[in-house]
């Protein structure tokens, strides 16, 4: 019923460390408007999760992880960027857009309540994570980067920032699988399907961005955000 | 065969404008006549109808369910109506003669008057017929609708000025006219649930609002018979109408309003109730009123025909009054009815030859003078009841009263004969002031001779029930002439009197002018009611517009809040969830 | 023996007339005549058939289940076949006159399709044996009237259209409102089911009233009544057989028909006395009756005066219904064929004198008579009609209401009759007295608007001939009232029914 | 309400044929997606000879659903449970997904070779037959993850196919639904990650069963409700809607707007009524934000200038009638007859607007095409040139605005009968409210159509069939109306 950490109760440690590196290089991911750094940090993150992966005991999923999102949606991104060889310079390196405080002030509200009801929901299935939070790090790492990935994702208009928002949300949601569901067949094909279809979605993305760019500058990457596009 | 003169009798009338549209379509103008001898022929099968007998038809067919007949009261109504109609026809074919030159030269404009005459004039003559014989009320009303409408083209006829407005009058009383008549038909005839002019009358007898159906319908009637109030139409319209057709209104049409009141009151029963009685006392002063009223304003008129029009409506006032009697003295009823329907064809015919009269003095015929005259006299002078059938009708209807003792009444009807023969006096010597030479020819003057001769000696041929009608005792003789000398001297006196207001006299149509004005001033508030209703709803519509505007901006503003929306998307889902599981759980808590 | 398939066909020849139509080309103008009138005399024979039936004690019936507890039924009833006879009568009128009147002009596929469109509708809405089949039929003639109305294409006649379409489909949603709610209440409702809503009497009083106003509020908007005639006036930008379609038969008379299926078959008579909604239906009546004359008579335009006779004219159907009794039930019956034929006979001659001479304002008529005299006759006819002066059938109708309301000890409708009539010779009688005693163009004074010569005759002779037939049969029908299976016969049939069960 | 989505045992085995069948009408689509990718048709008849065993198979699994009542196929592989099921909604639900997907293929070669499609357009074909498949597997699926695959499946074909345009407008409003899209399944995702935390389940059958109404539920509910809405362009979740069929291609919006957005649809109210079966509040948010939606779609669709515009924010109004339904089809009290009514007036609706709006942006389409405008102001005169285009275009907003004799109206009619029962007066105004507001702006369209002052101007004629296949679609829709009740008695069977 409910999903368990026994076997890894030893290593509390790591898990912990892998919890803060995995937060840490997600808030940067996310929050750096610099734009081939939080891509790094993506892949950085990504190789964190791979770890993660492989420490919750499933290898499966840390192959998969490792294809996926460290080998291929990390160049998707870069792709978009325009950033293919390492050290070239883009167009696309600063996000310029900038966004309003009321907009900012209500994504970290919105971002602080669906952190709430997301740990409400983890703290209801996962019945002795209200007595001891700490021992699951995963866990509180993935509510952390899920309401964060969101938040981000509500609030950005640069649309390779929402693309990697949501391929952080995307981890989060594995890790919170996992935590919660273990690692059984069901939830680690789950997560393959989700892996999976983080993969295909962040590509088709990537792509759109280049044709974007191609067509219409870089311009073109924010108008989502701009409230003052017309009605159609 | 009866049946068979019956259908021809309606049939004809309408053969005759077939024929008449066809020829009209047929012939060019040069050669066209409108007065054929077949055109001549229309009133004739119906005189021949009312010779034939005493007949009944039912048709379950027809309208509402037809029910018509020929008795002793529509025989002698229907020969001196048909008998009336086919020599005003003839009349017509001389009196139009200059006219239809006129047209076969090629104008148009009198070909269309000719034509539309020609056609009207035998449509009127069917509805006419059509109410005499018809006991049901579909076809009485019928009849009735028929004559007054079709009878618009026989007044509108020349198309003056003055033409248009006697119209006009003829035609708005005539649908106030039938406005009351359907009203108290509708009434009474609900209430009784009959269809027949026979149940209507038992209706009216034993309902409790029989005196007010009654009124309905009789001022409905009345407008027809000249009612007094409701008479105003005929002094307009007569003057302006041709003869021929003013002597058929006159003679014949004006008889029709007389004959719906003895179709639809409940005459001579004994059972009559005390408030129909009242209502005949009404009656009886209104009719009184209208015979010396009309005699009092007439005198003063300068037209001739305007006069015989003011005598017309006095001697229907007296029929008024006579009727009336049939409310207030039932037990006279029986013994006056034939005495009244002499009255009436006397005065139809009577009346028909004085009006024919009015276009002979204005086209006099070589003859010496002193005879034209006599023979222009004559039917006023029998009219005043002096000689001939005029003195029998009045004996007609005094004997009856002097057996049932209403002395009184015979005396106001004798002075009101004084009335009628000072009109006639007058009429006469506006027709010699106004007498023009030349041009009358065969059917004019032809015509004119057989309605006088007609007129007095209409008791030997009406075919009214044998011995209804007897001549009067020669001792009676006296008193039923000696009106007609003191009208003329009165009519003589009044000229002298009113000499000095030369060249001014009383407009007619009296109360026209009054429910003119009246009507006028009425209009008035309710156009400027209109008025305001139109600018009130062009200001509504103007305000209506402008809140439209208004509300679309708004609505356009509101709906630019989409785009919001669309960039708020996520954030919205965030919101949702959030609020759904928040709403759940405190629907969980309580 | 039940014959299914007589309602059906009837039916169905109208809507395979409109697929056939819509489905040949623009141009096969023969063709399309062709099939439109077969299919207009084939509609009229089905018809006679079900008269026969009818007249036989015969009740044909078709019906399937739509969904559960709502079935679509079909059935041919007394009133619906006279409401049947008279939309497939003067559908056939109507079409010869349209085909005349469109003679040259574009989109006469789209027209005649919709047309057929229409009346098939008003034959569903004859034979709708239950509320939601007469709801279906209802909406379609909503529907196929809008591209008739707005036909021309102008911007009068888009306006026109949407205020149509305001005012009915806002209509339409009052009437499914109304409908659903006595469905939820009751279940399906037929109308020939005896036993009427009696029995929901005691418990539902105020939704039953509230049902019956929704009901007859719905309706009412197509029946014209004030104050929710407003599209009826605007609606006469349409061509000349649209609106005597529009005012004869189609849309003002389902309005009026379906009023009288809500009262006679739904409600039943003594039920709806019970909610005292009767009095409040013949008041409200009466003031239509009174309002429609008085604008008639301040319009200076041909076919709006028209239009607010139409709207006078039929709420004496809904007087009729209002006076309770056997004889106001004759009237409003009468009534509701009586007008369909005087006032297509009208609106043709509207259209013949459009058409033949522009003429479009009353005071450009004078003298018509002589340039068109058929036409201007059978105006003279109608116009009397409307008048209800004998022998013209208007006045039996006028009759029996006269009679029905003293019947009912309602008085004073008496005095609305009355006054209508008069009223309506206040504004026909003008016109025929220009038509006939007034000099015009015809008389070598001025000239007449837009005059064109379009047949030997007067006119068209596809405009003619129509236009005779239906005055001569509203003639006819006044004069020959008492022959059997005339309008006044069948009425008395009918009523027959709802009052002696 | 769990035994109307067939969620019980099923008394037989499904026969050899059935297999095959069900093989067919999963695999076929994508098969032939392919194949088209390799081959691209370039007139409508091979379309349609290869639509034929789609079709046949629909059929079989119809007969078959007839003969042995639910059927259930249940495989375990490597330890994932997969589950599906075939009852008389579900078969409904294929054969809706069928005929309008095959419509939607047949009408796709005329429209490439009539509109410069650009090289991307035989990509079309293969993202085609992805979205057929996924929507089959939805239908059947009753388990969680195949109906997440089946759903990711789906949303990225929609996703590409609605971008193939190439279009600058294409693309923003792709890549924003692309994002949406992704976050709505992620969030759908964290929902049913916390129903396996909780019961260690995904079978829907099984869940059924153990689901007691608790904070893991209700959560879970929220956050699936949440995401799926997002999906479903529920409002207020709709607003990427319209820009995405505004430039998109006509059949790629038939389809999208037809069948991808029910699917969301159909999935939230499977998944709700497994986990709040007797919840008060949450649906009836969902009905009231239904009725928000009516009037919102409404008065977009009112307001604008651009005919597919209109036609997308049609959509959202209608969803809105769907919304409207829930609490009826969830909420606690419900009479079994307005419960059944509700049911049953859903689905038809459901059913309905798929068809009359996949023949509305067809007919839509066509005008376009033809008169080479996009906006209302440039349809004047079409009426005289264009009358079947307008035709398909007008007996298909008959059925969206519910007139009679069309499916609208007598899902309508179900949904109205039920609310009034149920006393829900609000819904009964939202939905008459709706009736009219579609009118206005159904009839607004009309009036540019029918203005004949207009100038005319070129059209370019359409390749035949176009306007047939959207007559087929939208008479299908309008004959559902009156006959309702064989689909209806499909959707009665099979009651345990």
Known sequence: MTASFDATHSLDAIEVLLALFLTASALVSLFDRHLVRACYFFVAFAAAMTAAWWQLGAPWLAAVELVLGVGLTGPCFFYALGHVVPGASSPLERDKFSEPWSRVAMRVVLALAWFVMVGAAIRYVVADMAYAPSEHPLLVAGVVIAATALGAFALHRHLLRRLLAFNLLGSAVFMLLAGVAGTSATAQALISVGLLVAWLGSMLGALLIRQLVHLEGVEALGRDGKPEEGAT | ?590 | MNAAWLPLTALATSLLVVVIIFALPEDARRLRTTINLAAAMVKIILVTLMVRRVAAGHEDIFSFQVIGGVDFVLRSDALGVMFAGLSSLLWLCTTIYAIGYLEGSANRKRFFGFFSLCVASTIGIALADNLFTFLIFYEMLTLSTYPLVVHNGTQQALDAGRVYLRYTLSAGVVLLLGTVLLYSLTGDQSFSSEEGLGDYLNDHRGLLTLIFALLVGGLAVKTAMVPLHGWLPRAMVAPAPVSALLHAVAVVKAGAFGILRVVYDLFGIELSVELGVITALAVAASFTIIYGSLRAIAQEELKPRLAFSTVSQVSYVILGIGLFGPFGTVGALAHLLHQGLMKVTLFFCAGNYAEELGIHRIDEMDGAGKRMPLTSIAFTIGAFGMIGLPPVAGFITKWYLGVGAIQAEMYWVVAVLVASSTLNAMYFLPIVHRLWFRSGPAHGKGSWPKEQRLGRFETHSWLLLPMVFTALVSLGAGLFAGLPFSPLDWAARVANGEYLP | MIWRFGLFDSTFEPLLSTHWALLVALGLPLMLGMLAALFPPKRAWPVVLASVPVLASGLMLLSAYDQAGLLRWHWDIAGVQLSLRLNGLSVLLLLMTQVIGVAAAIYTPGYLRLSETGPLARWLWPLMGVVLSALSLIWLATDLLTLYAGLELMGLAAVGMLMLSGKVAALVAGMRYLLLALMGSLTYLLGVALILGHWGRLDLQGLAEVVEPGPVAWFAAALIGAGLALKAALFPLHAWLTPVHENAWTPVSALHAALVIKASLFILLQLWSILLPDTFYAPRVIAWLGMLAIVWGGLLAWRTDSLKTLVASSTVGQLGYLMVAFPLLLGPDIAPLPRALAWEGFWLQLMGHAFAKAAMFMAAGNLILATGESTLKGLAGTSRRLPLSLLVFGIASITLMGLPPSSGFTAKWMLLQAMVISQQWWAVAALLTGTLLTAAYIFRMFRYCFDETAPRHRYQPLAPGMDLIALTLALIAFALGLLAHFPLELMHGGSP
């Open chain 2, 1 to 590: 065969m009866m049946t068979m003169l019956l259908a021809l009798a309606l049939l004809w009338p309408l053969v005759v404008i077939g024929w008449t549209l066809w020829s009209a379509y047929r012939a060019p103008a040069a050669y066209q006549s409108y007065f054929s001898a077949l055109w001549l022929s229309a009133a004739w099968p119906a005189l021949l109808l009312a010779y034939g007998g005493e007949a009944q038809w039912t048709m379950d067919a027809w309208m509402l369910g037809g029910e018509w007949a020929l008795n002793s009261l529509s025989r002698p109504w229907l020969a001196f109506t048909a008998l009336l109609w086919g020599l005003a026809a003839i009349h017509a074919r001389g009196y139009f003669a200059t006219e239809q030159a006129k047209a076969q030269e090629g104008d148009q404009d009198t070909q269309r008057r000719l034509l539309r005459l020609a056609l009207l004039w035998p449509l009127t003559l069917l509805g006419n017929v059509l109410l005499i014989i018809a006991q049901d009320i579909a076809s009485f009303y019928l009849g009735f609708a028929l004559m007054t409408f079709a009878a618009y083209a026989l007044v509108v006829h020349s198309g003056t000025a003055e033409a248009r407005l006697g119209a006009k009058a003829y035609l708005m009383l005539a649908v106030v006219g039938e406005g009351l008549i359907i009203g108290g038909f509708l009434w009474a005839a609900g209430e009784a649930d009959t269809l027949t002019l026979q149940g209507l009358r038992e209706g009216i007898l034993v309902a409790e609002q029989g005196a007010w159906m009654a009124a309905l319908l009789c001022l409905g009637f009345g407008v027809k018979a000249g009612a007094i109030g409701l008479h105003v139409w005929l002094p307009l319209a007569h003057p302006v109408a041709p003869a021929p057709a003013s002597a058929v209104l006159s003679g014949a049409m004006i008889k029709a309003g007389l004959l719906g009141w003895i179709s639809v009151l409940p005459l001579g029963d004994e059972q009559i109730s005390a408030s129909l009685a009242q209502f005949g006392n009404i009656m009886l002063m209104a009719g009184l009123a209208a015979a010396f009223g009309a005699a009092l304003y007439g005198v003063f008129q300068r037209h001739p025909k305007a006069v015989l029009a003011y005598s017309s409506i006095s001697q229907m006032g007296m029929m008024t009054a006579l009727v009336a009697m049939g409310l207030v003295a039932p037990e006279v009823w029986p013994l006056l009815w034939p005495g009244l329907v002499l009255f009436a064809a006397h005065h139809a015919l009577a009346k028909g030859s004085l009006f024919m009269g009015t276009s002979i003095s204005e086209h006099l015929p070589r003859w010496p003078l002193p005879l034209v005259w006599g023979l222009l006299a004559l039917p006023g002078i029998s009219l005043a009841g002096a000689i001939g059938a005029g003195m029998i009708s009045k004996w007609g209807v005094k004997s009856p009263l002097y057996e049932m003792h209403h002395e009184s009444l015979i005396k106001l009807l004798s002075w009101a004969a004084v009335g009628t023969a000072a009109l006639v006096s007058v009429a006469l010597w506006r027709q010699w002031q106004q007498r023009h030479k030349g041009g009358s020819n065969r059917e004019q003057w032809g015509a004119w001779l057989v309605a006088i001769a007609a007129a007095l000696l209409t008791p030997f041929w009406l075919p009214l029930p044998a011995g209804s009608i007897e001549m009067p005792p020669l001792k009676e003789w006296l008193g039923i002439m000696w009106p007609f000398p003191v009208g003329v001297l009165f009519a003589a006196v009044g000229w002298l009197l009113t000499r000095p207001l030369k060249g001014k006299s009383l407009p007619a149509g009296d109360l026209w002018w009054l429910y003119a004005g009246m009507v006028g001033a009425a209009l008035v508030p309710i156009r400027r009611l209109g008025h305001y209703c139109a600018k009130l709803k062009a200001a509504s519509v103007v305000s209506a517009q402008k809140t439209e505007e208004i509300l679309m901006g708004h609505l356009t503003r509101l709906l630019s809040t989409e785009s919001w929306l669309r960039h708020h998307v996520s954030g919205l889902m965030m919101l949702l969830a959030v609020l759904l599981a928040a709403l759940m759980m405190w629907e969980g808590q309580r």
